[in-house]
Each structure stands twice: as structure tokens, then as C-alpha cells.
């Protein structure tokens, strides 16, 4: 049985001057066990993905699109249902820019201890606690400790050990290493990978295509608020199909020298976007044929939305 599988997901923000179409017809699917990655530049609907699969879309509604996780098509059951029964618990999300959200007044027990308060937990709450600080490799002292005392990296494992600790089986992390030194990104790195060891599911979004290489097993990767292009990341990094993920791949600066290579022009305007490719205007190889929305081509472990594989 597939783990999740996302089908023509839609979500939409209304605004002042309009619809934003931040998420346009997504499609994607894992395995038990595997990680995807969801790479693209800020603003192409990364995040509205992540927030979306565990709806949490404020000021936003989800349009269409079916999303069935674990055998159960989570988008047709009531919102009571889902909160008690799958957020935080079997679907879990560690949000951007969260280590700085932590209280400053308050130790990091109590507030492990008032996320446990919050979802009316019964159990045995020490060991809980316990059980998800070890997780991520933090010693008991940690709990003892006030925001303050605590590096950036360990703050953010503790956001991670938050969003473990009512033992989700599938984990959005939204940019984890974003805004840490190279050091403590690794070290995040190699958190998650252990994670993924122990038998989680994570989805890893980021702008950084580097880092995914790390974990994911799939790659989608994000333009415009559709995933123009999915497969596994052996075919994404060695057979990349879209001239946007070609772009991305010949923007990440190598060891062996030579510039990198950056994609002109900026993402679209996702307030009513005209009809065809979205890539349009920025790419290389565009022709006639792509002022038509294009569909999903097979390719040998996904599929790709470009007129030049049709
Ligand atoms: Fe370029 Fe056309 Fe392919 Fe879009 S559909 S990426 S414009 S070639």
C-alpha cells in the first residue's frame, strides 16, 4: 500500500487584489519508509505544500485534490477528527524559522511539558519526554536549560524533538538548516538521516538541492506553485528532464571550480497567472507550444510538465 499519495492538490489564498495560486494541481506519491525532498526558489508553494498536507492553511483554502495517507484519504475527514487523530501524531511539521519561537522565560521541560498539556496526554509524560530529547541526541541536562543557554543547533533539535514527540510516522521539516552555520547544518543533517534510519518518513523542503541529496529517495521539485518535475533522486541529479531543474543543479557551486550558473529573471506572479508553461519567460528552449499549460510527462521514476518531452 502506498504511504501517501497526493493527487491534483490545489490550495488557493485570497487577497485584497485576488486568488494567489499557490498550489496548482501537486502530484506526487511515497513509499513506506521513503523521504521526499521539495526543492525550488522562495515563493513557488514549498511551503503552502507542507501546510497544506497537514492543514494548517491560514487565510488559504484547499480547492481540490485528494491527499490519502496510510490507506485514509485525510482531506474528506472532519477537522476534530483529523486534530485529534493525526496532527502532531501520525503527521507532524517542524516550521521555518521555529528554534526562534521557543519561550525565553520558560525552561525547555516546561515547555515540552505544556505541548503534552495541550494535546491532553495521559501517559507517562517523563519518559515522553525522555524518549524524544534521546532522539535527537540531547543528554537529560538540556531540560534544565532556558532558551538562551542553548545554541542554534540545539535549539533546533529541540523544535525537532517537539515534532517527535507524540510519535508522527511522517515529519515535514520547512527548511531545518536554513540560517545555520555550515557546522550545525550538518549536524542537522545527519539528524534527520538518523531519523530516516529509525524508520520515519520525512519530507525535507529547502532551497538548497545540496542538502537534499543527503536524504530524500524523491525529489519534487517546485515552480510556480505546481511540481513540474518528480522522481527518484538518482534519476533527478544524474537525468534532470525540466530546463528549471537543469538550472537549479547548474546553480550549485562545485568544488571543481568554473562559476555556477544562475537562471535569469524572477519566479511568476502567482496572483491570476495567464495560461502555459510558468517557466516561460525564463527559459532557454521555450517555443510556441508552451503558451499551453503543459501535462505530465511519464519519465523512467516519475514524470515531468514540459512540452519538450511530449
Ligand atoms: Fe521551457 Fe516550454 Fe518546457 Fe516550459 S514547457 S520548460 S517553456 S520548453
Excluded at 485570497?14 to 515563493?43: C, M, P, R, W, Y
Excluded at 501535462?295 to 515531468?304: E, L, N
Aim: aromatic residues 8%; neutral net charge; hydrophobic residues 35%.
Amino acid at each position: 500500500m502506498t504511504f501517501l499519495d497526493v493527487d491534483g492538490l490545489t490550495t488557493r489564498y485570497q487577497t485584497s487584489k485576488g486568488q494567489v495560486h499557490a498550489l496548482e494541481d501537486v502530484n506526487f506519491s511515497l513509499e513506506k519508509g521513503e523521504s521526499i525532498g521539495i526543492a525550488g526558489e522562495s515563493a513557488c508553494g514549498k511551503s503552502t505544500l507542507g501546510l497544506t498536507l497537514i492543514r494548517m492553511i491560514q487565510g488559504g483554502k484547499i480547492i481540490s485534490g485528494k491527499i490519502t495517507f496510510d490507506g485514509e484519504s485525510i482531506l474528506d475527514i472532519t477537522e476534530s477528527k483529523f486534530d485529534n487523530d493525526y496532527r502532531w501524531k501520525k503527521i507532524s511539521m517542524v516550521f521555518q524559522g521555529a528554534m526562534n519561537s521557543l519561550d525565553p522565560v520558560y525552561t525547555i521541560k516546561q515547555q515540552f511539558v505544556e505541548v503534552l498539556k495541550e494535546h491532553d496526554y495521559e501517559g507517562d509524560s517523563e519518559k515522553l519526554i525522555f524518549d524524544s530529547i534521546s532522539s535527537v541526541n540531547l543528554d537529560e541536562s538540556v531540560l534544565k536549560k532556558y532558551p538562551h543557554e542553548l545554541s542554534g543547533g540545539m535549539k533546533q533539535r529541540i523544535i525537532i524533538a517537539m515534532a517527535l514527540l507524540l510519535k508522527p510516522k511522517f515529519v515535514i521539516a520547512d527548511e531545518p538548516t536554513t540560517a545555520l552555520d555550515v557546522l550545525i547544518q550538518a549536524q542537522i543533517v545527519n539528524l534527520l538521516k538518523k531519523l530516516k534510519k529509525d524508520g520515519m518518513s520525512i519530507m525535507l523542503i529547502t532551497h538548497d538541492l545540496a542538502v537534499l541529496s543527503e536524504i530524500a529517495d524523491k525529489i519534487g521539485i517546485m515552480y510556480g506553485g505546481g511540481m513540474i518535475e518528480f522522481g527518484s533522486s538518482q534519476d533527478i541529479y544524474k537525468n534532470p528532464k525540466h530546463p528549471y531543474t537543469k538550472g537549479l543543479l547548474e546553480s550549485i557551486p562545485t568544488l571543481r571550480g568554473g562559476k555556477p550558473k544562475y537562471i535569469k529573471g524572477n519566479p511568476p506572479n502567482l496572483l491570476s497567472p495567464k495560461e502555459g508553461c510558468k517557466f516561460i519567460d525564463r527559459c532557454p528552449e521555450a517555443m510556441e507550444k508552451c503558451k499551453k499549460d503543459p501535462p505530465r510527462f511519464k519519465t523512467d521514476s516519475g514524470y515531468v510538465m514540459c512540452w519538450l518531452y511530449e
